[in-house]
């Protein structure tokens, strides 16, 4: 089987992006693995609108390095909503105080893949994760039977606090090419400086 893992579903943009490319995923089980409450309805309303397409499977919780439940920030910009206490894309997002504390479970990369996925399929991933695909790209390569059933990643680096960032685009980037994993790297072009592809 193929699957596709939209890992930070936000408000379901992958597949307009999907539209954008010159291959095809309609053959691909189709996850999509979003955390922040506030994006539920947006996500649902266009998982539907694309269900004549796709096999569409909504988690509700996000992917990370370990599994545990972990504090969720929603920020100034929805579209930042994530795990981390801090980090950027093309701008700075801050942590806002909505009167409550949002809770999510996460499920690591590698022991989703392996529970949900055979050793033949093949699995295309998209990170989204505003900070956690450090965690996320780590884990993975710590995770050799897990990362042999990816055959592509495309995944958006952010800017995070000191600490959080446990693999560079640099390591991915020479693993995919040894394993012959297909690698798209999208993000600041500062965090990308010397990543050939």
Known sequence: MKHFFDIGGNHGQTFDYLDTLDRSYTDHIFWVFE???RHFAPLLEKCKSFSDRYDIRVCPFGIGGNTEIRKFREKDDHMGDSFQTWHAS???VF???N???VFSAIISL?????????????????IDTEGS????MRALLDHPQALSRVSEIMVEWHHVSDGIATVLPEE?????KQLDI?????GDSKLLEGVTV
């Open 35 to 37: 955390p922040s409450p």
């Open 90 to 92: 093309d701008h700075e």
């Open 95 to 97: 942590n806002i105080d």
């Open 99 to 101: 009167g409550y504390t």
């Open 110 to 126: 590698p022991e989703f893949i392996m529970k949900y996925t055979k050793q033949d399929d093949t699995i295309v991933l998209d």
């Open 133 to 136: 695909e450090y965690e996320i």
């Open 172 to 176: 991915v980037t020479s693993v995919c």
């Open 182 to 186: 297909r690698i798209v790297h999208r």
